[in-house]
């Protein structure tokens, strides 16, 4: 029964049981040995392998095993480079082989749908391409070295309240083209070993007994042929969840839900198709993953330690990731980068001891710390660099604190406040109630600045904070996000200009919490969320009410500057082609990254303003310039006609425009694109206006038409008769005696056969 690689195993020699216990863990992290089919590890996490030892429990209080932290999804995504992720994926992969773990739970993909979502710092983005695209680079590199991802948390999980029974309530359209489309992305093009179903209900029925999306979409649509893996103790009944399309319930509970499993087949609620249908698929997944052990792609899996020589190429690897998410917000009259030599007054608990990963199940132990205060030291040189706390760890009186920063800030050149949300304030398990700073902070901040204008801020936090008030103070702004267990030498690279900073922020800053979309529905309640706000999601959202924001979506200052021309536009099957010419015009060397976004203002269907179909990025010496191209692919012009239940696109005139962020952009061309064919069947219910969209209908409607007599001339209605019959349906002009109930039959089955 020994598996060959890409093999479907042989399970006809193991009985009901047996094949049951296959799709049931064993303890917290593996599945079980049965037979000739060997147990998985899978672990945590999406930014650093959280192994545990000895004795294992979710919430990390058990012991793990170094690994190098990356920075979390929040940081990683504000580097906008696929390349770079692709990279740490390969480093954690390296890590996951030599520390035994054959899958890796990651990445996490929701979309951040509210930025109270206390989960938030786990996912990339608001928007779904970006998020799809990075996704998608990181389980590549990852599963390059033989360990297989976990895609999650597959769906439309975007709250922790409630959050292991509350209903996700999505239209269909809405669920397709935000909440679903990066799944669908990273399937298609990275093939993950594993996809991993969420804790909700979505529409009311739970991710984990939904064979819509585990059977239909996942497998019959998008072609996924690895394991679904619930959350851990997403399941309520696996015999449920079998025939759903569950193959892997997580974690094991000493076998009792697989007793439940086989009683249930005996009983004939589940059928023994369904369980040889899972363990033949675990079967498979445990199959690869000993392959790849064997074959020493996946390290070795015997030393349960990650190589020395590892350690610190990954953390310097850590270091120049975390330098690439750094987004410089905001940059008056050339502050930054600081000047080595001059007095610099750093202030903030953060600068000593960094917030740099997420509360929960992802957090890891670091192989080591860079401690953003020692770092700046390193690089001031003769510099004087003085610190002070400036404010307490939680809201109190800080006063005496204060009073010493400002004072060690008006005697420096310079004074860098760090600044953001301790890891009690926002992790999983809870939902924030607001997206403030603490107020202390803020004082602290108003206070340094009168006694040092030149104040540098540097922010750390996993979700959104509202920063206008901290725009109104401080002329210099730089946003770590959570940098990894690197972010403080990164920090101090950007800092004094050893690295020209290039990241674009992954969602939006809005100006105030009640700005934001979901902001009259989350976290919900009765155990049920309506996604009221519909596609409108993000930067989408605040372009179609034209709302102000603090720093839009795709925001990020350099310290040079660049220009944009020549936009140019090519189509082809494949989609349009976008190219355009990128100019440094500054006196430094950096890095810009290009983005494309698409308006269809004409559109038929409701849409955003203008969506992110496409980016790259591109360095450029002092003068320099490059000609960069992007394809805008047809699939990702498409959206979903729930009339046809598929994807369409809409044909017409496309404006396609480049820039360096959502509301910064630099240059606009016009394409016209072929549509699909969307021909709906004509009914009683189809009105006049659909019908007469058509020239072949109205050519065979125009032989009974006419304005109905009853009706009088329209002018003495005062109404434009035209578009008042346009929403009559077709099967009530019976009432107005045009054509009679049989002969209308006949005329609509003559539509459809033309």
């Known amino acids: 029964m020994t598996a060959h690689p890409g093999s479907v195993p042989d399970l006809s020699g193991l009985t009901l049981a047996e094949q049951a216990s296959l799709s049931g863990g064993a303890d917290f992290w593996t599945t079980k040995a049965v037979g000739e089919v060997p147990s998985l590890v899978l672990t945590d996490g999406p930014h650093g392998v959280r192994r545990q030892a000895g004795a294992t429990d979710h919430l990390g209080l058990a012991e793990s095993l170094p690994a190098t932290c990356f920075p979390p999804a929040v940081g990683l995504a504000q580097s906008w480079d696929p390349d770079l992720v692709g990279r740490v994926g390969t480093a954690l992969g390296a890590e996951a082989g030599a520390l035994g773990v054959d899958v890796l739970l990651g990445p996490g993909i929701n979309i951040k749908r509210d930025p109270r979502g206390g989960r938030n710092f786990e996912y990339y983005s608001e928007d779904p391409f970006l998020t799809g695209v990075l996704g998608g680079a990181w389980v590549s590199g990852l599963q390059s070295t033989g360990v297989g991802a976990s895609l999650k948390h597959f769906a439309a999980n975007n709250a922790e309240h409630d959050r292991m029974r509350s209903s996700s309530d999505i239209d269909p359209r809405t669920l397709r ?7 669908q992305r990273v399937v298609r093009t990275s093939a993950p070993w594993t996809v991993m179903c969420s804790y909700n209900r979505i529409n009311g029925v739970y991710a984990s007994e939904d064979h819509w999306l585990l059977t239909t979409v996942l497998r019959e649509e998008w072609g996924f042929d690895g394991v679904v893996v619930s959350d851990w103790g997403a399941v309520r009944e696996r015999s449920a969840s079998v025939p759903a399309g569950l193959d892997l319930e997580m974690p094991g509970d000493g076998g009792a839900s697989d007793t439940r499993l086989v009683a249930a087949v005996e009983s004939g609620d589940c059928s023994p198709e369904d369980v040889r249908t899972a363990a033949s698929r675990v079967a498979a997944l445990a199959a ?33 990731v975390a330098a690439r ?37 992802s957090h890891v132990t670091p192989t080591r710390v860079d401690v953003p205060l020692e770092e700046i030291r390193v690089l001031a040189g003769p510099g004087t660099v003085t610190f002070a706390h400036g404010y307490t760890a939680e809201e109190g009186d800080g006063a005496g604190l204060r009073e010493q920063a400002v004072q060690d800030a ?33 004082e602290l901040l108003a206070a340094v600045v009168r006694a040092q204008p030149r104040t540098v801020v540097v922010l750390s936090h996993g979700g959104v904070l509202r920063l206008a008030p ?35 922020l992954a969602e939006t800053v809005p100006v105030r919490l009640q700005d934001t979309p979901a902001y009259l529905n989350f976290p919900g309640e009765n155990s049920a969320v309506l996604y009221g706000e519909g596609l409108y999601v993000g930067y989408r959202w605040y372009d179609a009410r034209e709302t102000d ?25 494949a989609g349009v082609t976008a190219s355009v010419t990128v100019t440094n015009t500054g006196d430094r060397a950096g890095r810009e990254v290009v983005q494309f976004y698409v308006s269809k203002p004409d559109s038929a269907v409701s849409r955003a303003p203008r969506e ?19 394809l805008l692919a047809r699939e990702d012009l498409a959206y979903w006609e729930v009339r046809v239940d598929r994807w369409v696109v809409e044909g017409g005139g496309y404006t396609v425009s480049a820039g360096a ?10 394409v016209t694109v072929e549509g699909d064919e969307l021909r709906l069947p004509v009914t009683l219910d189809s009105t006049l206006g659909e019908v007469m969209a058509d020239p072949k209908a109205v050519a065979v409607l125009a032989e009974v038409l006419s304005p109905p007599a009853a009706m009088g001339d329209a002018s003495a209605l005062g109404t434009d008769m035209a578009r008042m019959m346009a929403s009559i349906p077709l099967g009530r002009l019976t009432a107005f005696g045009p054509v009679g109930r049989e002969e209308l039959e006949a005329l609509i089955a003559r539509i459809n056969q033309e």
């Open 325 to 361: 998410c750094v987004v410089l917000l905001k940059n008056e009259e050339g502050l930054l980068p600081l000047e080595p030599g001059g007095s610099v007054a750093v202030i903030g608990g953060f600068a000593q001891d960094p917030r740099y990963q997420g509360g929960g199940s």
């Open 288 to 320: 690869k993953a000993a392959n790849a052990r064997r074959d020493g792609a996946a390290g070795d899996a015997g030393t349960h330690e990650v190589a020395a020589d590892d350690v610190e190429a990954h953390h310097a690897l850590a270091r120049e």
């Open 661 to 670: 962020s959502s509301r910064d952009l630099r240059a606009e061309a016009a």
């Open 177 to 183: 083209e935000i909440y679903l489309r990066a799944f």
């Open 410 to 442: 008006g005697s420096a050149d310079a004074a860098v406040v760090f600044l953001g949300l301790a890891e009690h304030q926002e992790s999983e398990g809870f939902d924030r109630e607001h997206i403030e700073l603490p107020a202390e902070q803020l």
């Open 612 to 630: 992110l179909k496409g980016f790259t990025g591109v360095t450029l010496e002092p003068g320099g310039s490059e000609r960069v191209s992007v």
């Open 549 to 573: 924001v603090a720093f839009p979506f795709g925001h990020g200052l350099s310290y040079t500057s660049f220009d944009y021309s020549d936009l140019r536009l090519e189509q082809d099957t």
């Open 470 to 504: 901290v725009a109104e103070l401080a002329p210099a702004i730089l946003d770590g996000a959570l940098l990894g267990q690197a972010g403080g030498g990164a920090i101090a690279d950007v800092l004094f200009g050893r690295v020209n900073p290039s990241g674009r």
